[in-house]
């Protein structure tokens, strides 16, 4: 059981980078702008996994100080994860207002359907 | 046990990543994103982060997946499919060359929830020794957030104004349906 | 914006309770999971709730545009102001062990007072941000 846990664990990393390139494939590959704000959200969530794994102490407690707890899991990388989502938040914000002004601009939001319309110009 | 529960969790994850980026209905990909959202915010609990879980589930699945589809509804729900080939095996070969580089840094990494691991030998044990004598509040979290790293607190605060105002002033022009007063 | 009479009874009980949690989770989050940010994008998802349900024109009614955007500013005054006063008593920015005569209980003061500040301007730009989305025409 012991071993198994173990290897689980490593696989939580592999997974976590798994979901990264997923993210980081769809933006690459796709043309469609609000698929690529949905991988860049993907990718960074995946990399918010991959922290909180790193600060997870086995037998450890939820980090808030009560009764018979002795054992806490580390609550330094929890508050920069905070901060982080937040800050994701809000730049998926901009992003999805400036993907509402580029529709407007060019009627579209694929990269192809832009490009021309630029080159066009 | 609760490893079996993550990694069950963590293949459903994966499984919607995959499906949001086969799928040409940009309604679908938003909701699928919902649940991913919320999947991650269970992983979280189950490692024992309270505080990101709550966050995630609330700015995740909530005010993103709500932004996502207003914008959904403002520039229409279709995808076009690419064609070709060439399109598909670049960005497939540098997201592998990456993932491998990754994978490989992850081997020098310390076994998953060892309590031995550098990272909670440096700062960490004197916040959690700390904070019940000087601060004085259970929740460990939102001292460290409001007090010891209260700048990067500040800071956030001021991204999210930042960004309140950035959206209103590119959206908060009023623009109605058959009006066209600006460009 | 429905006409449905079952989601408008439902959305009127929901709505008070909803905005209850928030501020339960705002002051409670220093004893459990909670704080200033969750407790702001609650308390907006509330407010988004009342203009899903009844309409965009008039949630904009009962809380106007230029009100939010003064309320965003001000929690990040709060925020700041906080750190001003530590300055004013002698001490560093920030420094909430100057905020009262013991520094257990400055440290009190201070946390209560910057996750207030935070919930406020996370509240504000999140209901900001909805109504600048909701409010654009589509073409």
Do not use: C
């Not at chain 1, 407690?61 to 994860?81: D, M, Q, T, W």
């Not at chain 2, 990543?17 to 086969?22: E, K, P, Y």
């Not at chain 2, 959904?72 to 499919?81: Q, W």
């Not at chain 3, 500040?117 to 504000?124: D, H, I, K, M, Y």
């Amino acid at each position: 059981m012991d071993w198994l846990a173990h290897h689980l664990g490593q696989y939580n990393y592999w997974v976590a980078i798994f979901l990264m390139m997923t993210g980081f494939y769809t933006v690459i590959s796709r043309g469609n702008l609000v698929k690529q704000i949905v991988g860049l959200n993907i990718f960074q969530t995946s990399v918010f996994i991959l922290y909180i794994s790193l600060s997870n102490v086995e037998g450890g407690a939820a980090p808030i100080v009560r009764e018979g707890v002795k054992l806490f899991s580390n609550p330094l990388p929890h508050v920069l994860i905070l901060t982080a989502i937040v800050v994701g938040v809000a730049t998926t914000a901009l992003g999805l207002a400036l993907t509402v002004r580029i529709r407007e601009a060019y009627g579209s939001i694929e990269e192809d359907d832009i490009r021309a319309k630029d080159d066009a110009l | 046990m609760e490893q079996l529960i993550v990694s069950v969790l963590l293949a459903f994850l994966a499984a919607t990543a995959v499906a949001v980026i086969r799928l040409h209905n940009l309604f679908t990909v938003v909701m699928l994103f919902g649940v991913y959202s919320l999947l991650s915010a269970s992983v979280f609990l189950i490692m024992d982060a309270g505080d990101v879980a709550f966050t995630e589930a609330a700015v995740g699945a909530g005010i993103t997946t709500v932004l996502m589809l207003s914008t959904v509804a403002l520039t229409g729900a279709r995808v076009r499919r690419r064609k070709g080939r060439a399109r598909t095996l670049l960005p497939l070969a540098l997201v592998s060359l990456t993932g491998l580089a990754l994978v490989w840094g992850t081997l020098d990494l310390p076994s998953y929830g060892d309590p031995d691991a550098p990272i909670h030998h440096h700062v960490a044990p004197r916040y959690i020794e700390q904070s019940p004598v000087e601060i004085g509040i259970p929740n460990m979290v939102a001292s460290i957030l409001a007090s010891y790293r209260g700048f990067d607190t500040l800071g956030e605060v001021t991204v999210v104004f930042t960004a309140g105002l950035g959206v209103l002033l590119l959206l908060g022009g009023r623009r109605k349906r058959g009006e066209d007063d600006e460009g | 914006m429905s006409r449905d009479p079952v989601l408008k009874v439902t959305a009127k009980f929901l709505i008070p309770l909803i905005m209850l949690f928030a501020l339960y989770v705002q002051f409670h989050g220093e004893y459990s999971p909670g704080g200033g940010f969750q407790a702001g994008v609650i308390f907006a998802s509330a407010i988004i709730l009342y203009g899903l349900v009844f309409g965009v024109e008039q949630a904009r009614q009962v809380l106007p545009l230029a009100f939010m955007v003064r309320q965003a500013a001000a929690g990040v005054l709060l925020f700041g102001g906080v750190g001003v006063v530590s300055l004013l008593r002698g001490g560093e920015y920030l420094n909430y062990n100057l905020l009262a005569a013991d520094p257990v209980a400055g440290q009190h003061l201070g946390i209560i007072l910057v996750e207030l500040g935070v919930g406020l301007t996370v509240t504000a730009v999140m209901v900001i941000i909805f109504f600048a989305f909701a409010g654009r025409g589509r073409d």
